[in-house]
């Protein structure tokens, strides 16, 4: 075979999607595994999305759409926004939003709009792991701030400062946060701004795909909820995969300005073209479900959230923070670590001896903690927890 390019040296695997697929693998073979690594709801799409999909068929729509999206699902995804954002000095418009296949694919197209090679970006750890790998296939430098479990893992504003250089490009936000479940008040928030109107050339990516996903009383904010004055140099990316349980369908989004949604349109119509058609329409759909709906699903969430902390708590060597958002408790494990042991090895072990799944921290920037996911049933949170609290009581440090 001859020679591979040098350009994805830098950059290495999804460990959260390696996982889930490994243990569905194992699962599918008979396996007797509790899988608390899933980045995705386990509740099936609301049927309304189905039977926009069925008509959009009827309808015979299977010709290429507009890069940036149908006219109609952008000027819904703007209205939403609008609806979280409620004082933009100018509301978006359609020209604000372009449709991606899926967040990810949205944030991957942002890095690579904004940087030039030796950008620094700042991202707080715990961070989702893609965000430093889609930075780096941006030739920017990943700049990370840490936060601490006794914060909530919220970042303050003097760390946040002294991450700040006059290399920095962009900072990444992202309430609520995967892994950690952090959720920024709008208070939290104006202060990171107060810091950040010092550096006007930085701008803002605020990620809000767990956005109807919030435990706390305050609820969610929007970042430009919070400090409208930044809409010129903040980018919010959203998308259904994780409100809607449209994982598969792939539809994530990006609101900014026309000149930026303008250079990602350059780029999508020369690498994917516009997205599916079928997904678009399910989009609709979902965009147009009651906020009951959603309400319904967080106390779901919240349901599950309680009893996977009520099950850890039977072990006093797991360090746990109660997370205000999303579907993940990101628990600390370091009481039972070896010196030389990181989350892989015990991730590892509790796989190969309590056929447990969990994703480790070290993907993610924090070596001592493991994610669970909660968006499973509650006999499998019970059990998996159940596993996990067995575990760690029996083991003994190398
Ligand atoms: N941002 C965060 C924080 C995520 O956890 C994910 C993972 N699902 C995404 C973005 C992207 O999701 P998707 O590509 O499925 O829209
Ligand atoms: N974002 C989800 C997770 O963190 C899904 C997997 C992925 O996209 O990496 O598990």
Not at 308 to 331: D, N
Not at 345 to 370: I, M, R, S, T, Y
Request: proline share 6%; aromatic share 8%.
């Amino acid at each position: 075979m001859p020679k591979l390019g040098n350009r994805l040296d830098v950059i290495s695997e999804s460990v959260t999607l390696k996982l889930n697929s490994l243990v569905k693998k194992m699962k599918a073979s008979g396996e007797d595994v509790i899988n608390l690594t899933a980045g995705e709801p386990d509740f099936l799409v609301h049927p309304s999305l189905n039977e926009k999909i069925k008509e959009a068929l009827s309808a015979g729509k299977s010709k290429y759409t507009p890069v940036p999206g149908e006219t109609e699902v952008r000027e819904a995804i703007a209205l939403k926004t609008n609806q979280q954002q409620l004082d933009l000095k100018k509301p978006w418009k359609a020209e604000n939003v372009i449709v991606s296949n899926g967040g990810k694919h949205s944030l991957y197209q942002v890095f690579q709009a904004i940087l030039n090679p030796g950008d620094e970006v700042v991202m707080m750890s715990p961070y989702w792991l893609s965000y430093p790998e889609m930075v780096k296939l941006g030739e920017g430098t990943p700049v990370i701030v840490e936060t601490k479990p006794s914060d909530q893992f919220v970042a303050t504003p003097e760390a946040l400062e002294a991450a700040l250089s006059p290399r920095t490009k962009a900072v990444i936000l992202n309430s609520p946060s995967n892994p950690s479940g952090a959720v920024y008040t709008k208070s939290q928030f104006k202060q990171l701004a107060a810091v950040l109107e010092r550096f006007p050339d930085v701008w803002v990516i605020s990620d809000e795909i767990y956005d109807q996903i919030v435990f706390n009383d305050e609820g969610f904010c929007s970042f430009l909820s919070a400090v409208p004055e930044f809409q010129e140099r903040t980018i919010t990316v959203n998308g259904m995969s994780k409100s809607c349980a449209m994982t598969g369908w792939r539809v994530g989004w990006t609101v900014g300005p026309v000149e930026l949604i303008g250079a990602l349109t350059r780029l999508q119509g020369q690498s994917t073209s516009g997205i599916n058609a079928l997904a678009q329409a399910a989009t609709l759909a979902g965009l147009a479900l009651p906020q009951e709906y959603f309400s319904q699903l967080k106390n779901t969430y919240q349901k599950r959230r309680d009893l996977m902390l009520e099950c850890l708590e039977k072990s006093g060597k797991i360090e746990r923070v109660v997370p205000q958002g999303a579907f993940y408790a990101f628990v600390g494990i370091q009481s039972v670590l070896g010196s030389q042991e990181t989350a892989v090895d015990f991730a590892e072990n509790l796989l190969k001896e309590q056929k447990v799944a969990v994703v480790p921290g070290d993907p993610f920037g924090a070596p001592h903690f493991v994610r669970l996911s909660f968006a499973t049933d509650e006999g499998s949170i019970q059990e998996g927890c159940r596993r996990i609290v067995s575990y760690m009581e029996n083991k003994k440090n190398s």
